[in-house]
């Protein structure tokens, strides 16, 4: 007869996983969940092809550091955003608005791969209109700038202006604009938001201040490089395939 203090049962417990097992678990699923969907997110998008732009017009570390501020900034809203969601909604609706939004992001992702035009499988026609919009930007600035210059060398009213003006004409300033435009409401954040939602605030800031910050350094570095071979189409169809698969998996998670 098989009593409680039968050795088999101590090897059943011992292949249950514990408690402190499964927290480090689901740790290490939001880290890297949070990280690979941010960096899928941002690579090749607007805010990938201005860095990778600004690259040649800034010394690389003030670029880096701007870009990362800025772009952590932007997901530390939106995991603060995500975070808020646990104190007024029951973890299970959580779970399942979290999976439809993966689902959702996964078809927008493949539809767009799908109707993508052949002729512009690659990033390299964005980087160069990125390119000629920044050029454009820049003579306008300077011709402002030009503009605004005092005569007299008086200081009044217009020179403060002008002051004012050249500061927003600064190119730190104008990346930081362009990276809080571009990322507010877009994937990464819109993931953040509903990530946060669902695991540990810290762990989904990490994850994608790592995703964030890798993503800066390839458009720094690889930017103008790898517009010319990156395959756009096939960049939305594994992003697709990503987010799909989350929302798969937390749709299952919950029937389980």
């Known amino acids: 007869m098989i009593t409680e203090n039968d050795p088999i049962f101590e090897f059943v417990e011992h292949l249950e996983p514990s408690t402190e097992q499964q927290k480090r678990e689901k740790l290490l699923e939001g880290l890297t969940t949070s990280f690979g969907l941010v960096l899928l997110s941002e690579i090749g998008d607007k805010t990938f092809l201005f860095i990778a732009v600004y690259a040649t017009r800034m010394v690389w570390p003030k670029l880096l550091l701007i870009s ?3 772009m952590f900034t932007m997901h530390v809203s939106g995991v603060l955003v995500g975070g808020v969601f646990q104190f007024v909604v029951s973890a299970m609706y959580l779970k399942i608005i979290s999976s439809i939004m993966f689902l959702g992001f996964g078809i927008s992702f493949i539809y767009e791969a799908y109707t993508e035009e052949d002729d512009e499988e690659n990033l390299d026609e964005k980087y160069k209109e990125v390119e000629k919009e920044v050029s454009t930007n820049e003579k306008k600035k300077r011709k402002a700038s030009d503009e605004i210059k005092p005569e007299d ?3 009044d009213v217009n020179e403060s202006v002008g002051l004012i003006k050249r500061i927003f004409m600064n190119h730190s300033v104008t990346v930081i604009l362009m990276i809080i435009a571009e990322e507010i409401g877009d994937r990464s954040q819109i993931t953040a938001i509903a990530l946060a939602a669902t695991y540990d605030f810290w762990v989904i800031t990490l994850g994608g201040i790592l995703g964030h910050f890798i993503a800066v350094c390839i458009a720094i570095t ?6 010319h071979y990156l395959n756009e189409k096939m960049m939305n169809y594994a992003g697709g395939v ?4 989350f929302g798969v998996y937390g749709i299952c998670s919950l029937l389980s």
Do not use: Y
């Not at 690889?222 to 517009?227: C, N």
């Open 242 to 245: 990503c987010f799909l698969s």
């Open 68 to 70: 990362c501020i800025a």
């Open 222 to 227: 690889l930017g103008k490089v790898i517009s």
């Open 153 to 155: 060398g008086r200081c």
